[in-house]
């Protein structure tokens, strides 16, 4: 039978990071390294060098070269270590008004910051003022800065402030795991549906492999794992989303960023020195994934490419009304006649299908009585209107 | 800077080294949100909590980490050290090159060593 356990003298085999390195960039062979990454030696203009070429690259992949129509590009930004090196790579390569370096061509590029401040008290997290965001952007003379509340996730129609129709859809969540997955989802769909309205065809996120896989690790245990793939890619009627920065580590990215002089103003969230039970399923998948760099740097990249390589078995002809990602709706059923038993309590906001990963958001074990007592939990704008295919 | 500290092992207790330290990748909100310190250590180390170092070896990395950490750190020793060392995620630079090529913690300081502290853990 197959074993969990590491064989004896499996350990040793497995590529640890290694001491006693050589002193000269592999790559040049001339310089000084001043940067071990996954066990090699770089010098510091081959690092940087490396960090624009595989950010190209990515961008490349995704947005064919030199094509005619012109369109519009929106950035996710966070205020974090990927966007901030983001919109730096961006003003630099892809906005560089160079012909020859220029493949790209984009009427506008958009800046879209998700502020949430109206839950720090619930998420822990303190995000940066308004006033810095705004000073960052606008050092790039090329970006247009859109700020967007994340209570615009919530109907302005209704006659309860969206401030606090989202509060009350985070605190109905009974898990902290939740509401880190339900933030997240809620971000990550108005960052959409913004760069939607803005007209923008391509939506970039900062999140770099060491950022991307504690995602994909973080889904597939909150059951997310049928829409893994569109972690890293996803398009949604006619706007593509992707991950320029997933072919580099965290530790290329910083040094990066500290090489540029570049500031990172988002400050990490001070819910998460929580240890044990409390602690969320994301926060202890970073731990994990920050620990394994260090220890076993070249197995991060594994988690991404692996998971670029799963897809779903058949078709997924539906979408889940909460964080439309594609599911399988034969599969489902269960979860959809339960999800909908459950949130019927809510006529005004009935929602349509939810998936498993959705549906387990607000149905986990110790939140029956919560539902039992007839509570309304606010729904989305989009999830409320399942006919409004957007 | 006039600094006429000779080698370090020579050095008497009560001397001191000058270093600049440099925060980067949001670490420096840690630290009163100051990018840059100049800042000015003993030269000779006190042994480690654990015991793992001796006390009386000139300063090393592992010995400023401690230092900083009883000195400049204002909140949440947690995200900066792990036992007697960095956290996983914080990137040392001693003088603009890996701490790994350097010897981390062992590295002895010198004076005038520029020492950068980068955090990689500030999201996406």
Known sequence: MASCEIPVGGEERMQKRRKGLGKTCIKCKRDAGALVLRGLVYCRPCTEALVVQRFRKVIDDHI????????????????????????????????????????????????????????????????????????????????????????????????????????????????????????????????????????????????????????????????????????????????????????????????????????????????????????????????FITGLERDYPSTVSTITKTCAKVSPRGDRPSQCSLCYRPMKSATDEDSQQHAVAILASSPRDAPGTLCYACNVLFTSSNSKSLFSGGLEVPMPIWSSRPADLE | MANDFGLNVTMASGETINLKIQFGGGAELLFGNIRSHEVSIPAIAAATPSGSKQADRPSDITFLIQWMKDNMLKEREGLFVEGETVRPGILVLINDTDWELEGEGDYILQPKDEIVFISTLHGG
């Open chain 1, 64 to 287: 064919p070269p030199n094509s005619a129509s012109s369109s519009i590009l929106a950035i996710a930004y966070s205020g974090g270590l990927g966007s901030t090196l983001l919109l730096e790579l961006v003003a630099n390569i892809l906005g560089s008004s160079s012909t020859r370096s220029r493949k790209h061509r984009w009427d506008h590029i958009d800046v879209i910051y998700v502020d949430q401040s109206a839950i720090e008290d619930l998420s822990g997290y303190q995000g940066p003022s308004s006033a810095e965001v705004q000073r960052i952007v606008t050092s790039y003379p090329d970006f247009r800065l859109t700020q967007v509340p994340l209570e615009a996730c919530f109907d302005e129609g209704s006659d309860v402030q969206p401030s606090r129709l989202l509060r009350s859809h985070i605190q109905s969540i009974p898990t902290r795991t939740g509401m880190v997955d339900s933030i997240n989802l809620l971000t990550r769909r108005l960052l959409e549906r913004t760069a939607k309205s803005l007209g923008a065809t391509h939506l970039i996120l900062g999140r770099n492999m060491s950022s991307l896989s504690i995602a994909l690790l973080s889904n597939i245990c909150s059951g997310r794992g049928a829409s893994i793939s569109d972690e890293t890619v996803a398009s949604w009627n006619g706007l593509l989303s992707f991950n320029p920065l997933r072919d580099l580590g965290s530790k290329e990215c910083a040094s990066y960023v500290y090489w540029k002089n570049l500031k990172v103003i988002s400050r990490v969230n001070s819910l998460e020195d929580w240890s044990g039970t409390s602690a969320s399923i994301s926060h202890l998948t970073r731990e």
